[in-house]
């Protein structure tokens, strides 16, 4: 083993990544697991299949990323917390150096980031509609008694893909059983899906970007192989998935960790023991004053660890007085 790695989290609403990365960038273990509702469970989850690895390893510094990084940073003693542009922005001038345009589908979101000269200058997301996501195809393929794998292979045996009312996902639904009660073949269908979340990501998220190759995709749907074909269809350009297209926001924050190690230099991270550990959030609303702040606390051990969402800071305070 290396003289110490670096971890990445990725933490979202609908999966829980880690990666495991050596100082020269190279990802040793990478984690893919569904947050199911609890993200702190799925941490915990992910660290106990890598402790016994990496358990007698230093870790060097830890970051971390997603809708869930300012809950999961504080309980795992993040050196470094970014949002999932910066980090997916990151990731993509990585693994691609000449990368223009990334396009990155997540389950509950999606986003696409433009690059210029290695530097990201703008940026757009959706995370209104579920028609343009993940969760929607999976929904979709569990409807029609697929696997998601499967899902991409038959949308590439298509002759002639059906148009598909995309816009929204409950309309997109009722027009799909609609084209199978006319006829349509199961292919041409899953075909017409996958263009039609396309259409809905390119005028929603990329509405009045200027899309240029190298072109990225990134995110769990870059698996889906329809839907690759779908966006080189309409964009008139090859789209590349990256070997770790799935676990890249993880990969980023991995090496944002390694970059900004000499602003915190002594990692803060609490040890992989915390897959053990009990770890609770409560909350409550502050009357101390008109503002009534919703009030965050974290416990491990049903000892205090951290508070925020206070305007004040009051309860950071007190919290740092009780862990102190």
């Not at 997916?88 to 589908?105: D, F, K, M, Q």
């Not at 909350?283 to 305007?311: K, Q, T």
């Amino acid at each position: 083993m290396e003289d110490g790695v670096y971890l990445g989290v990725d933490v979202g609403s609908v999966s829980t990544n880690l990666v495991v990365m050596a100082p020269s960038g190279r990802i040793i273990k990478k984690i893919y697991l569904r947050t199911e509702g609890n993200p702190i469970g799925s941490v915990q989850k992910a660290f106990c299949e890598v402790a016994p690895e990496f358990a007698a390893v230093k870790v060097l510094g830890v970051g971390v990323t997603g809708s869930g990084r300012q809950l999961i940073g504080t309980i795992i003693g993040a050196d470094v917390i970014k949002n999932e542009i910066t980090a997916h922005g990151v990731a993509a001038l990585r693994a691609y150096p000449e990368v223009r345009t990334v396009l990155e589908i997540g389950g509950q979101d999606s986003k696409i980031i433009l690059i210029e000269n290695g530097v990201a200058v703008d940026f757009g997301m959706n995370t209104v509609c579920a028609a343009g996501t993940g969760s929607f195809l999976d929904q979709q393929a569990h409807r029609l008694n697929l696997s998601i794998s499967e899902f991409g292979q038959i949308a590439l045996r298509s002759k002639n893909p059906v148009r598909i009312a995309g816009r929204c996902s409950v309309f997109a639904e009722s027009d799909m059983i609609h084209k199978q009660q006319m006829g349509h073949s199961l292919e041409d269908i899953v075909a017409g899906l996958c263009t039609a979340l396309v259409r809905n990501y390119l005028n929603n998220v990329g509405k009045g970007k200027e899309i240029r190759p190298p072109i990225l995709f990134q995110g769990g749907v870059a698996a889906n192989a329809g839907i690759k074909r779908a966006f080189e269809q309409e964009l008139g350009h090859p789209v590349i998935v990256p070997e770790y297209y799935d676990t890249m926001g993880a990969w980023g924050c991995a090496l944002l960790a390694q970059e900004e190690k000499a602003a915190y230099g002594k990692t803060r991270f609490r040890g992989f023991q915390l897959a053990e550990e009990e770890i609770s959030v409560t909350s409550f609303e502050c009357v101390d004053c008109p503002n009534r702040c919703e009030v965050i606390n974290v416990h491990i051990n049903r000892r205090p660890l951290s508070g925020w969402g206070d305007r004040c800071g009051k309860w950071q305070r007190i919290n740092a007085e009780a862990t102190g």
